[in-house]
């Protein structure tokens, strides 16, 4: 949907519910880089649904990054507490949550 996710997917393959803010703060900057506002907050409310709020920082931080290239993707990363592992894991309930997320929304996290 938004080359945000898109990188932020990529580092997921590469390597409960969190606070409403921070759905709210990925929709914006979601909405900041040109995409549907509809879309961005229906995406981000699913994210909300199906992530960790630490999950949910480490998407927050990617959206907001400069760059987001592998190693900065791995150093926020590293600075969230997320681990090769729990980046895997999250990749697996994002690929879970996929076909919610398309039906629900129309979109997809990984476009």
């Known amino acids: 949907m938004t080359r945000f ?4 997917a990529a580092a997921f393959l590469l390597a409960g519910a ?3 803010d921070i759905a709210d703060d990925i929709a914006a900057e979601c909405i900041s880089e040109g995409e549907n506002a509809e879309d961005c907050r229906c995406v981000a409310d699913q994210m909300d649904a199906h992530l960790t709020e630490q999950e949910m920082q480490f998407m927050l931080r990617i959206a907001q ?4 290239d592998q190693q900065t ?3 926020i990363a590293s600075e969230t507490g997320m681990t090769v592992e729990s980046l ?3 990749t697996q309930k994002m690929v879970d949550a ?3 997320v398309r039906e629900i929304c129309g979109s997809s996290l990984f476009e």
């Open 98 to 100: 996929e076909p919610t």
């Open 18 to 20: 969190a606070g409403a």
């Open 73 to 75: 993707m791995m150093s």
């Open 65 to 68: 990054a400069e760059t987001r």
């Open 5 to 8: 996710l898109t990188a932020a």
């Open 88 to 90: 895997a894991a999250m």
